[in-house]
Every structure is written in C-alpha cells, then in structure tokens.
C-alpha cells in the first residue's frame, strides 16, 4: 500500500471515529434533554447549541486567543515553571553520580537516560501546568471577569492549550540542549601516544597485513577503561582501530571491550618538534551515530526448503526466528529501493545477530555465516560469502560491487543481481548445532550516517507532541473536573497512552505472546482461587463459560475503549535513537498526525463542555 | 475618581436630577427568568428567581435591592450569561444574555473583583484591553486614563496580591470600564471601600449616567441605592415586590417638609399658627441632623485644607 493510500485509509478511519462518537453524543444530549424539553424542544436545543459552537469556532479570534495564551504563560511563569527545571538539573547530577562512562559503549544508555528523564519530567510538568489552572479560575471566579468579556469558549480553551504550550516548550529546549551537551560532553575523551608505546612492525608482518613500509603497531594509554590497538603509518598519521580483530577470537577475554574492541575511534597525527616526534589522539569519533537503514521483508526457509515467515522457536519469546546451522535454513532478506546513487560502490551491510548455542564450548568465539545475493528474477546468485557472527555487536560487512558466482564468474552488484531496485539477500548459519536469530530490523543495508545532533533533536519532537497531548488532556478534563481530580485523570490517561500497547494485549489476552492465553479479570480471580496456571484449562461447564463471556465483554469494550488513548510509546523514538538509528521524516509526520488526531477532537469535546458548562454554578 | 460633588441634600429630589426618557431603547429586558439550583442528581434544591420580568431603560441607574439570597446577584449572573436560565428570556442590548458578542458593549464589576493576582495593575487593564481586541495605543491611552481616575497610577507596577481591598476594587472597576461600555453591571460596587471611596464610586456612576451610560446595580447598602439610582427593583426570595422610580417610590405623600435657614423664633411661631389654622397637624420642628457619611467627608476635607488641627481646636 503506498503512503498516499494508506494515509487516506487512516484518514478515512479516523474520520469514521470522529463521526461515530460525534453521533452517539448527540444522542446522549439528546435522550438527556429529551424528558425536559419534549422531541421539539431537545431536538431545537441541541441544534442551537451547535450552530453557536459552529460560531464560535468560526469566529475564533487569534488576537483573543494570544491574549489567553500570554495570561497562561504569565501564570505558569510567574507561579511554578521554574520547579520543573530544576528538577531536571537534579536528574542530570544524578545521571552524572550513577551512569559509568567506561563501560563499552555507554552512549544508548547515556542517551536513554536523558531522553527518558527529559520525557517524563516534561509529562509530568505538562500534567501539573494544565490541570489546575482553569480549576483554579473557576474556584477563584477570575473566570467571572474573562467570560464577561467577548471571549469565546473555544478561544479560552486554545489559549491555556497554546500558553501552556509555549510554557512547557521553553523548559523543553532548554532542557533539551543541555542534555545534547551533557551526553556528548560526558561521553567525550582522548589517549595518550609515545613513542615507547609503538613498535616497528615486520617486513614480514607488513607484506602479510599488505601495509605500507615504515609503519608501526601499539596501544594507546587506558582511559574511560579502555585502550585502543593503533596502527600508524610512518608519518605517524591513523586510526584508532574500533574491532580488533585478534582479541575477538580470545576465548579468555572476560569483558566486551577486551572481545568486541570499542564502538568509537579516534585519529592520530604525529607533530615533529627538534627532531622529537609526538602524537597527538583526537577526540572519539563515531560513539553518535544516526543510521539510516534500508530494511527488509524477512522470509525464512526452513530445513526441508519451505519458505515461511517464521524462523524456528527457540523457546524464548520474541519478535526473532531462528535459523538452522547447517541445513537448509536461511533467513531471506528482499531489500527495495536499492539505488545504484546510494551505493555506488557496493552495499554496506549492518547486521545484529542474536546466537542460539547448542554446544557448551567457546561460548566467546564467533559463529561463522554466510551470505549470498540473489536476483529476485532471474535467481542469478553470488558466491557465499563468509563472515563471523558475535553477539550483541553490529557487524559491518562490505558487499563490493564486483562480485562472482559459485562458478567463479564474474557479477556486477547492480547488473546482474538487483532488479527493479529490488535484491534478495540469504543468510545461513554453517555449523551444526548452532543458530542464528534475527528479526526484520536486525539485517538491513546502511544507506547513509545521518547528523547526530539533527536526530537527537527528533527525539524531541516526540516528546514535544506527546506534552502537547498531554496539556491538550489535561485542558480538556479540566473543563468540568476540579483540579486534583483533573491532574488524576489526565495523569491516568498519560498512564495508559504510554502503556497503550501492554494494556492492548491485556485486553486481546495476549500478555505472554504465546498461544496460551492471559485471560480475563474474572478468570483470573478464579485461577488466583483455584490455583491453577494459566497454562490449565479451566473445568469445563456452565460456570466457566459465563466468566469468559463476560470477560469476553469486558476485555472487547476496554479494547475499543484503549482506541480512544493515544499510544505514546509509538511516539516515542528515544529506543532507536539510542541505539543509533535515523528516524526518517515519515515516521515524524506520522507522529504529527497522531497528535492531531487525537488533539483535534480532544479540543472539541473540550470547547464544548466549557460551553455546556455554568461557570457561575 | 476626581472632584468630590455633593449631590443636593433636598429630600424630595432625585439623586442626579433627569430622568430616563421614557422614549429611550430597553437595554435589560427579562421575560418569566428564573433560576433553579439542582443537586448532582437534578434535584431541586433552590428557586433563587421566580419568573422575573423586568426592563432597564438607556441612560438610567437601576438598582437592584434586595436582602442576602434574595436573587440579585443571580440576575446579574443571568443576564451575563454566567448561568443558564432554567425558564425565561434574558436579553440584553438586544441579544440573548447567552450571546457573547453582547460582551463587547459591557463592563461589569463582579461582587469582588476576581482579578489575577500575580498580575500588576497596567498587565491587568493590558490584558482585559486586548480581550476587546482594542489596537496597543488605544490601550496604552485608555490604561493612563483609568489608573488616574481610580486613582492607583502610583501603584501601577506592583501585582495585584499586593493591593489592599479598596485598590482591588478600584482595579476592578477600571478593568469594567476598559472598553468604554455603554452598559455598565456593578455588582455591590462600594463594598470594601472606605467612605471617600464610597462617595468616589458614587459620583463616578453619576457620571457615567450623565454620559449616557447605562447603569445595573444591584446593593443592599440602601443609602448608597438612594443615593444614585433612578429607578429601583425589590427583590425578595428570588420575587419581585417593588419595581419604580426611587424619589416615587420614598415619596411621603402626606407628609410635608419645609427647609428654611435663617428663621427667627417668632417666625417659626407664625408658620406653626398658619399650619394649625389650615388644620394641618404639626409632628415636629427640629433641626435636621447630618448623615455619618456627610460628617466624614467634611471632616476629611476640612483635615485636608488644615493639616495639623486637632479635635476640639478651632
């Protein structure tokens, strides 16, 4: 389905929901004004309420709105907004006691825990800002003096939404650029180099490893709990290596660093002075990464050669299948929008691959695998290709352009074996006895590195909308609960949009995501009762088959209920940003049409109540 | 609020003189309002108006009188479309009391002035202005203007949870007139003021009325009622009782007065054998004494004209 087609199907369902609800709460008002007013009356009624709110939200006026919105923002200001970021900096001084920047990699954690603390705290303001403060006008009567005045309802409503807004953003973005620099600054650091630490390498080493004449090997001085193996040139200019290759086969090395090497490099120049040569180590390079993959349709053959689209379960669950080593098995990758622009040297390859042992020995050795690419036409295929799979460490493999067959005939990546944009890519596992697990977003090509910073600040445009959503709910319960009552139930509804999906597979039963059910509330009781696990069928009969049903009922209407919550957790990218992934431009603007989604009618069903409502009362 | 005038102290006239051309537009009208208070469970708790019907001219000062829970401040709050009439028609300056376009001609003082504390006098007056969408100059003009007549421009930077009472009320009032409208709700309007306040706000709704503003106010402070409005309206347990022309309605009809200065002992003694012999019934020849509020005022200006003096002094 392309995006434009799917983007209407949403429409188009979104706008059916709207309708429904729109339609079943008229006719709630209308069965409520029914016994007072009689057909007519109710039927005169509820048409006149409507074509006002129709003016009203017709005639809305910017200037009054702003005006609404600047009286929020001097409230908050001049009350409380300070609070939230002060809280903030105790976190930061708290990530800064607690988080340890020599473990490997430290970068997703150092990255979740900002974004998280950032997203919470700013939900919490959110929260806080918008449930009370037209509460608050209501029990002091300030509302007297506003709805005297020609403020429409809808213009008082938009405004605290806009102020408290604009209120929240700027803690945000403060917030927001201070954890930018918390991360990279903490995360930041640099070697020592001396002469004394190198060694002149071999001719004989030279010619094997094909390096220039005059080069020389070494290690960096230990920093943030980790050295790197270098490997200079004889101006004494390289890389910091990133994987050492020789200490990944080490059954001995204990931590993952000694095993996988570091995620990050640094460069190295040489500086001759009086004949005196010193080096000086950058700053670490590559720790920030911003991905952008091209991902896959995963299929996977089995050991008898049937292609299906789950791998073998290895008993644990998740979203991965296995493959077999040394069988038939493969994982079946078909790339699209494969572009000879974007490549135009070969594919770059990234694969996470997740091990399933079944022997005991050399649990730190790699397993070896291999690849080969196909024509998703014609079948035409290359040569295996072979790499060393580890866990938990993103391999990068180069797929060059020039490649040959099983025979040894020559291929061109682009020529012979895309189509249509369009390549197949399997992946085996060749030893017996062991497994690899992957998912659909484990193997993917690396189209290009995206900016960093550009996509930290995505991070925030997440949590931007979510905190609108957020005031836009709290504004709205607001309108006819007193304040704790409405923080409690804008806080209760956070609570479920940023648990929406557990709480959906605890409607559908599907908590475990195996074939045994979860269950409902009552069979839950009796199971709790009869002590029996979920696992046991429960004694058949009259009983029984009541408690599902009404379970059945009950986990159907809160079902449909959850359809009304937005998903927060879908809106959050803090996970793949963490882990160092782009998050591409469409993915933003389904977030925006979320909020919207949500936000619009959130908005008039809370203009309406305010209009519905006796401020005097 | 400018000049102390003293309005004439004859018993038989109008407090402003002039009354509302019986020709003017009807700026209030109230059919068959009436207000119910409901529990949670649409039971009836309260009847706070009954079938209200009621006219307020242009161009007069009406006043509203009525013990506490009569249902004053319920028709204020219907007529601004605060509450929701539970039978009857409230429409003002032409429009239902629902319609909130009919704001833009309205200001109104509530019973206190619920204003936002954490702003300062010139925010307050800035943001109610810009509710009316009046252009930044206009504002800043009208701002000046009101902050001396209530007379607070000193005060004009300090917030609001500053102010004592009577500054509150004198900022409420400013907040009403901001938009320079032509009917003006005042709501207990001299409540927390100090006598000279009291008699400031006085003259200030003559005013308005001189300026072809109209008026609604509603007291139970009957002097102040007296005071200044042209007609009046007496409420009790949400009914009407009395509806007329206040120097009408206070009219002693049988009753006569004579104020003279300068009278000798034997031309009272002359004035008192003419009564009798046209068989009128004397009730009493006294000097007439002066109001508390009258003393005050003469007090605090004769202070102002010589500082210093004290009691008893001369």
């Keep these: 389905m392309t995006i434009l087609a799917l983007a209407t199907s949403d429409t188009l369902t979104w706008l059916t929901n709207v309708a429904v609800i729109g339609g079943v709460a008229l006719l709630v008002c209308f069965l409520f004004a029914l016994p007072r007013y009689g057909v007519l009356g109710a039927g005169d009624k509820i048409f006149s309420t409507l074509q006002s709110a129709f003016g009203d939200l017709l005639y809305l006026s910017p200037r009054r709105t ?27 001084a708290l990530a800064l006691w607690f988080l340890d920047p020599d473990q490997s990699d430290p970068s997703p954690l150092y990255i979740t825990f900002v974004l998280s603390a950032v997203n919470y705290l700013i939900l919490l303001m959110a929260v806080i800002t918008s449930a009370f403060s037209l509460p608050t006008d209501m029990k002091n009567r300030t509302i007297y003096t506003i709805v005297t005045k020609p403020v429409r309802p809808s ?70 709990g980790h050295s790197h193996r270098i490997i200079l040139n004889a101006a004494g200019e390289g890389v ?44 670490a390079e590559g720790q920030f990464h911003a991905r952008v993959p091209i991902r896959g349709e995963l299929k996977f053959r089995g050991m008898d050669g049937a292609v299906n689209t789950e791998g073998v379960n290895v008993g644990n669950w998740t979203k991965r299948g296995y493959v077999t080593g040394g069988t038939l098995s493969a994982a079946i990758y078909t790339f699209h929008d ?51 799979a580890r866990e938990y460490y993103t391999l990068d493999h180069f797929v060059p352009r020039k490649l040959t067959d099983a ?48 996509n930290f600040a995505k991070a925030f445009l997440g949590i931007w909308l979510q905190m609108v ?149 | 609020m400018g000049i102390i005038t003293r309005t004439s102290t004859t018993l038989t006239s109008g407090p402003a003189g002039g009354a509302a051309s019986p020709d003017s537009g009807i700026v209030i009208e109230t059919r068959g309002l009436a207000k119910v208070y409901k529990d949670f469970w649409g039971r009836e708790k309260v009847r706070a108006l009954k079938g209200l019907d009621l006219q307020v001219r242009q ?116 907040q009403a007139l901001i938009n320079d409208p032509d009917l003006i709700i005042l709501d207990e309007p001299t409540t927390g003021l100090d006598p000279i306040g009291c008699r400031e706000m006085k003259d200030l709704i003559i ?38 022309r206040v120097d009408s309605l206070l009219k002693v009809r049988d009753v006569t007065e004579i104020r003279a200065t300068g009278m000798s002992e034997e031309c009272k003694r002359e004035v008192l054998a003419v009564i009798e012999r046209h068989q009128g019934k004397v009730q009493r020849v006294d000097h007439p004494t002066t109001t508390l509020e009258e003393l005050f005022l003469e007090i605090v200006q004769d202070a102002e004209a010589r500082p210093g003096r004290r009691a008893g002094e001369n």
């Design chain 2, 59 to 174: 161009g007069e000062i009406f006043g509203l009188l009525g013990p506490n829970g009569s249902g004053k401040t319920t028709t204020i709050k219907l007529l601004l479309g605060l509450l929701f009439p539970s039978s009857g028609q409230a429409y003002v300056l032409g429009k239902a009391a629902t319609d909130v376009t009919k704001n833009e001609r309205i200001g109104y003082l509530p019973e206190e002035s619920y204003l936002y504390k954490f702003l300062n006098a010139e925010e307050t007056l800035d943001f109610y202005g810009r509710l009316f969408k009046l252009p930044k100059a206009v504002r800043k003009e009208r701002i000046a203007q009101l902050l001396d007549l209530v007379r607070i421009s000193g005060a004009r930077k300090r917030q609001l949870r500053e102010y004592s009472k009577g500054m509150t009320r004198r900022i409420g009032l400013a």
């Design chain 1, 338 to 388: 494969v572009d000879e622009a974007v490549f135009p040297e070969g594919l770059r390859l990234q694969m996470d691959i997740r091990l399933f042992r079944t022997t005991k020995l050399g649990l730190n050795r790699p397993v070896l695998g291999s690849i080969v690419l196909k024509n998703p036409l014609t079948g035409l295929a290359s040569a295996p290709r072979n790499f060393s």
């Design chain 1, 469 to 617: 959503l957020t005031i836009v709910l709290g504004v709205v319960w607001s309108t006819f609960l007193s304040g704790p009552v409405a923080m409690l139930a804008t806080a209760v509804s956070i609570i479920g949009a940023v648990l929406k999906p557990t709480l959906v597979k605890i409607a559908e039963g599907d908590l475990y995501g195996t074939s045994v059910k979860s269950g409902g509330m009552l069979e839950s009781a009796v199971r709790v009762v009869s002590q029996k696990s979920a696992a046991m069928e429960l004694d058949a009969g009259t009983t029984t088959d009541v408690i599902l049903w009404i379970d059945g009922v009950l986990a159907h209407a809160i079902r449909r209920l959850l359809d009304f919550i937005p998903d927060f957790s879908a809106m959050s990218d803090i996970g793949s940003i963490a882990r160092g992934f782009d998050v591409p431009p469409q993915l933003l603007w389904e977030h925006v049409l979320q909020t919207g989604g949500f936000a619009i009618p959130l908005f008039l069903i809370g203009f309406l109540v305010f209009k519905l409502v006796e401020v005097a009362k």
């Design chain 1, 155 to 224: 213009e008082v409503i938009l405004g605290r939404i806009l102020g408290f807004t604009a209120v929240c953003t700027v803690p945000l973005v403060v917030m927001g650029l201070s954890s930018y620099f918390f991360v990279v600054r903490s995360l930041d650091h640099t070697h020592v180099v001396s002469e004394s630490d190198l060694r002149v390498i071999s001719p004989q080493e030279l010619t094997i490893a094909r390096l220039p004449a005059g080069s020389k090997e070494g290690t960096t001085s230990v920093d943030r």
């Design chain 1, 66 to 92: 702003l005006a609404m919105a600047y009286l929020a923002v001097k409230e908050s200001v001049r009350k409380q907004a300070i609070v939230g970021l002060i809280l903030f900096l105790l976190v930061l």
């Design chain 2, 207 to 244: 005013d308005l009325k001189r300026r072809g503003k109209t008026v609604l106010m509603c007291s139970h402070l009957l002097a102040d009622v007296q005071d200044v409005c042209d007609r009046i309206a007496v409420l009790h347990q949400g009914e009407l009782k009395e509806l007329g």
């Design chain 1, 240 to 283: 910091t290596e990133m994987g050492d290759s020789t200490r990944i086969a080490d059954d001995e090395a204990e931590n993952f660093t000694e095993r996988f090497g570091q995620s990050h490099h640094h460069k190295v120049t040489a500086v001759d002075r009086n004949g005196k040569r010193t080096y000086v180590v950058g700053p």
């Design chain 1, 407 to 454: 025979a040894g005939k020559e291929l061109d990546l682009f020529r012979d074996l895309v189509h249509d944009g369009s390549v197949v890519l399997e992946l085996q596992c060749i030893p017996r006895s062991q497994f690899f697990g992957v998912g659909p977003e484990d193997v993917y090509l690396l189209a290009r590195e995206g900016r960093f910073d550009v």
